[in-house]
């Protein structure tokens, strides 16, 4: 008798990604349709994509989704969230998305506790218009708007998102994880399901950023992608629970 | 049974009349009695109210509501309504049905908080980047300002479009008695489009991204399609005395107000003066006005803006007639005595005749 270990999620479609190699949107991808398939919640699921990379998202997800403006899923979210508020509601963005042009609807949307599940995913650097530098690349960090490296005095310091929207009261869950292993995978996966459980609980807003590698901006290869996470990386952003309503300080 | 309310509530009353249930502003002058009016009546109907942290933000919501199906609307005024351009033209390139509604201020920059009109570009070629059109509605009374937003809604579902109401700090503050009618259509196509799960369907998307080659191209072509069925059905105007004048005004909004006095005041000349009052800006009356241009000595277009909505007179008339213009910019706004001059400025001299000596006298 054949016993299926391991498949492909139902929620994903038969759509070839647009991804470059070593890219770590698939796997969030893929983590949030297995959800939905293990919670049997596809049919009360609605999605945000952004402008970037993860644009095409909803070619990938079999799910009801809308796109929005650069920036501006956290507030067409909350404007879907409000006609169906017993729906899962999520957002999918980059870090240019949520963390540059879309800062003012992230921290306010945070700020209203909207009950709505934010999926950030940090590869600190504009992929989808060739390498640019993101509000959350890291100092010395080469990119095509920083060929010499980051430098404070011109460009600032990487922000950081989980510990920007801990401050405000609003937020209830927020937790930095990382792609660089299976076992970080796991704790990602792990993540995004207290994420959703915070939202179906009630319990208010929700994000959990995702250290993910982007091998062609980054200039190298998958190996030494998953090693510049782990090694640089968090130490600029640090991993783990940043904030937890179940375990208030 | 009549109330005495300013426009703005108006608009607001007339929309949770119309079944609006979501709405979402920002403050700012000359559109704050609607916002207010807003903070009060959605709660009491089970809606949402959300003063946004931006214009953008406002819009963005008012697309979420609409992608998931309910009615929503947002307003504000002129430099509020340049920031919610970005979302005007994502709800367009994915077309959703919304109400947008500006009461318009003086411009450009932070301007004044006083009556204006030139946001008619903006409004009615685009506004935002892209080859799309909002439907744009004029009202010229708070009574027209209630009526018009039950239409605004229905359009906007029966055609999937952002609808503008293109009002002014006038037509936004001041008081008239108003009575509302629900009036909602009973045919309108049901949002099978629309965010709700895909629960027993397949799954349904919102977008206006077309990457693959030649499918932007299509999509741009099904927007035309509809815009011209908009432009077959939609167009509105009121005319006055058109068959006799000599003259002809068209003016919209506070303006059209202004002009009305003028016609009513010109009956103790020898010329006579009609006018044209475009309801739908866009889509524009234009053939109206091009088989006017055919009849009359000329045609005079008045507006509180440097000349804009004259652009699209001109265009109809093709030359048939000389059309001129009279405006006011910055909040001031023509009197029908500075319209009066105007048109015995540009009335042929056989028609002026015994004109000049009366002028004075104008009541």
Redesign the interface.
């Known amino acids: 008798m054949q016993t299926i270990i391991y498949e492909k999620p139902k929620t994903l479609t038969d759509t070839p990604t647009h991804f470059c190699p070593g890219c770590g949107h698939g796997i969030v991808l893929r983590l949030i349709a297995e959800i939905i398939d293990t919670w049997g919640i596809?049919?009360?699921?609605?999605g945000l994509?952004p402008v970037g990379c993860a644009?095409?998202a909803?070619n990938y997800l079999?799910?009801?989704?809308?796109?929005?403006?650069h920036g501006?899923p956290p507030?067409?979210?909350?404007?879907?969230?409000?006609?169906?508020p017993d729906?899962v509601v999520f957002t999918y963005q980059g870090d240019g998305d949520l963390a540059a042009i879309g800062t003012?609807?992230i921290?306010?949307a945070a700020n209203?506790g909207e009950n709505i599940t934010f999926i950030f995913v940090n590869n600190a650097v504009y992929g989808m218009t060739s390498g640019q530098m993101a509000p959350t690349t890291m100092l010395g960090q080469k990119t095509a708007t920083t060929p010499s490296g980051r430098d404070v005095i011109n460009y600032g310091n990487p922000i950081r998102i989980c510990e920007l929207l801990a401050v405000l009261d609003g937020s209830s869950y927020l937790e930095r994880v990382s792609l660089s292993s299976p076992e970080n995978i796991r704790k990602t996966k792990k993540a995004l399901e207290k994420g959703f459980k915070t939202q179906i609980e009630k319990r208010g807003f929700s994000l959990i950023e995702i250290l993910s590698p982007c091998p062609i901006y980054w200039r190298m290869d998958a190996n030494e992608s998953m090693k510049y996470i782990d090694e640089d990386m968090t130490r600029t952003f640090p991993l783990g629970v940043v904030k937890d309503w179940e375990h208030k300080n | 049974m009549k109330q005495l309310l300013t426009g703005n509530e108006a608009a607001a009353e007339a929309a949770i009349l119309a079944g609006c249930r979501?709405y979402?502003g920002y403050p700012i002058t000359p559109q704050n009695e609607l916002i207010n009016y807003m903070s009060v009546r959605m709660p009491q109907v089970g809606g949402?109210f959300?003063q946004?942290?931006?214009e953008?933000?406002?819009i963005?919501?008012?697309?979420?509501?609409?992608?998931?199906?309910?009615r929503?609307m947002t307003s504000s005024s002129s430099p509020g309504i340049s920031l919610k351009q970005?979302?005007i033209s994502?709800l367009a390139g994915?077309e959703l049905p919304c109400v947008i509604i500006n009461i318009q201020r003086g411009g450009p920059g932070l301007g004044d908080i006083s009556a204006s009109q030139a946001d008619y570009f903006q409004a009615v070629k685009g506004g935002g980047h892209g080859d799309y059109h909002t439907i744009v509605l004029a009202p010229s009374s708070v009574q027209e300002m209630a009526d018009l937003v039950y239409d605004a809604f229905d359009m906007s579902d029966n055609y999937r479009n952002p609808v503008m109401i293109l009002g002014d700090a006038q037509i936004g503050q001041l008081m008239e008695p108003v009575e509302f009618y629900k009036k909602q259509k009973n045919n309108l196509p049901a949002k099978n489009w629309s965010?709700?799960?895909?629960?027993?369907r397949k799954?349904?998307?919102?977008?206006?991204?077309y990457?693959v080659k030649g499918e932007l191209e299509e999509f741009n072509a099904h927007l035309q399609k509809k815009y011209k069925m908009i432009e077959e059905h939609e167009i509105r105007y009121e005319a006055i005395n058109i068959h006799e004048a000599d003259i002809i005004l068209v003016a919209y909004g506070t303006s059209a107000r202004i002009c009305k006095e003028v016609v009513k005041k010109s009956q103790q000349f020898k010329f006579k003066v009609g006018m044209v009052r475009p309801i739908t800006l866009w889509p524009f009356p234009k053939e109206i006005i091009r088989r006017i241009s055919e009849k009359v000595q000329c045609i005079l277009t008045v507006e509180m803006s440097a000349g804009q909505m004259v652009e699209d007179v001109r265009l109809a008339v093709e030359s048939r007639c000389p059309v001129h213009f009279y405006g006011r910019t910055g909040g001031g706004v023509p009197t029908s005595l500075e319209v009066i001059r105007k048109i015995v400025e540009i009335v042929p001299d056989n028609k002026v005749a015994n004109t000049l000596l009366k002028l004075a006298e104008v009541k």
Do not use: W
């Open positions: 596809r049919s009360k699921t609605i994509a644009v095409l909803y079999d799910i009801d989704m809308c796109e929005a403006a501006r507030a067409v979210a909350t404007g879907i969230k409000r006609v169906h729906h003012a609807e921290i306010h209203r | 979501y979402y949402t959300i946004a942290e931006s953008i933000a406002a963005s919501m008012v697309h979420g509501s609409a992608a998931a199906g309910g929503s970005e979302g994502y994915s965010l709700t799960g895909a629960q027993g799954r349904n998307i919102i977008k206006s991204f990457p």
